[in-house]
Structures are given as structure tokens and as C-alpha cells.
């Protein structure tokens, strides 16, 4: 017995992408933009997320030079990992087909928000701040035999501060995800629209 699924999808998905673009076109403007724009939002907290991470991370280290040097990376990088890794998981498979499960979209926008928007920006803000500690000698570096026990011990009050801001960002982006869904559903029941030369 042949199984012949992925032909028929890759033959069915720009007709099912052309037909879903047309439907979601049909919805009100507010929740057109939530779907084709909801990646911006996880991305911007993601970026609050890095910036939060930056400070805690500069008070521990005591870093107090370079705030806008350290800053703008902090929200930046952050900001487009998360928009770009939210849009290729979930918005995009939405938008053509590919995501047809409530639960999985829930499970891919959840795990987006907590690696990409909620751990990805502390994990960075970690050496970012040592080098500027580095730099500006405003901590004790640790010796070639330390490293680890040094960064643990300075990274433990961060995460432990960044766990709420994590969580939220994990929930936000699981929200946003079945929230997307369901207007993409809802977008999928509208009747046909009538036939125009456009």
C-alpha cells in the first residue's frame, strides 16, 4: 500500500494557502491584524524580557557605563529571533494549512515564547554584561578553574528575578497562539465571497 499523503498535500497547499488568504481577508480588520501581526507583539516582550535581563544582570556585576551600547542588542536581537522564529513555527503554518490543530499551535507558540522570548534573551544578556564587566573592571573576573561555579553563582538571582517574566511570556505566546487559531477557524466558516475582477 502506497502511502501518497505529502504529494497530495504539497499539490493541495498553494490552493488551501490561496483559499485561506482570501478567508482571512474577509474578517475585521482588528483580528486580520492579530493574525498576520501577533509575532510583533511576543517579539516586543521578548525585547522587554532582554532589557529586564540587562539590568538585573549589570547590578549584579555592578556595570553602570554603556547602557544604550548594551541596551539596543538587548532588545534588538531578541526582539527579531523571536519574531522570526514565532512567524516560521506558527503564523506561517497557520497561514497555509500546515497548522491545522488547536493544541499543536498552542504547544509551538508556547515553546517559541519560553526558548525564544523568554530564556534566549537572558541566556544572552549573561555575557554581553561580563564583557562590559570585563571591560569596565567592575567585578571580580573568575579564574580559569571558576568559570562555571562564577556563572552560576551570578546567573542563579537573574533567573530566579526573570522567572516571572518568563512565565508570562510563555503564556502570552500559548494565548496568542490558540487565539490565532481560532480566528483562522472562524475565518475558514465565513461563506465564500462573492466573485470579483479585481
Not at 497547499?13 to 498576520?36: F, G
Not at 553602570?64 to 503554518?93: E, N, Q
Not at 516571572?164 to 502570552?172: H, R
Amino acid at each position: 500500500m502506497e502511502n501518497h499523503k505529502p504529494d497530495d498535500t504539497s499539490k493541495e497547499n498553494p490552493a488551501l494557502s490561496s483559499n485561506i488568504t482570501r478567508k482571512i481577508n474577509q474578517l475585521p480588520e482588528s483580528e486580520r491584524h492579530l493574525l498576520e501581526y501577533g509575532s510583533v507583539y511576543i517579539g516586543f516582550n521578548s525585547a522587554l524580557c532582554g532589557l529586564i535581563a540587562n539590568s538585573l544582570f549589570r547590578r549584579v556585576l555592578n556595570v553602570t557605563k554603556a547602557r544604550i551600547a548594551a541596551g539596543l542588542p538587548m532588545a534588538v536581537l531578541p526582539f527579531l529571533a523571536t519574531d522570526i522564529a514565532y512567524r516560521s513555527f506558527v503564523t506561517l503554518p497557520l497561514s497555509t494549512g500546515d497548522l491545522m490543530c488547536e493544541s499543536c499551535a498552542v504547544i509551538r507558540s508556547g515553546l517559541v515564547g519560553l526558548f525564544m522570548g523568554g530564556l534566549y534573551p537572558v541566556v544572552l544578556a549573561a555575557p554581553v554584561s561580563l564583557s562590559l564587566a570585563a571591560s569596565y573592571q567592575s567585578a571580580p573576573l573568575p579564574e580559569k578553574g571558576n568559570i562555571l561555579t562564577y556563572w552560576v553563582r551570578i546567573s542563579k538571582p537573574v533567573f530566579r528575578r526573570m522567572l516571572a517574566p518568563i512565565l508570562l511570556q510563555t503564556v502570552l505566546s500559548a494565548y496568542l497562539g490558540s487565539r490565532q487559531y481560532k480566528l483562522l477557524i472562524k475565518a475558514l466558516k465565513l461563506p465564500e465571497p462573492d466573485l470579483e475582477i479585481h
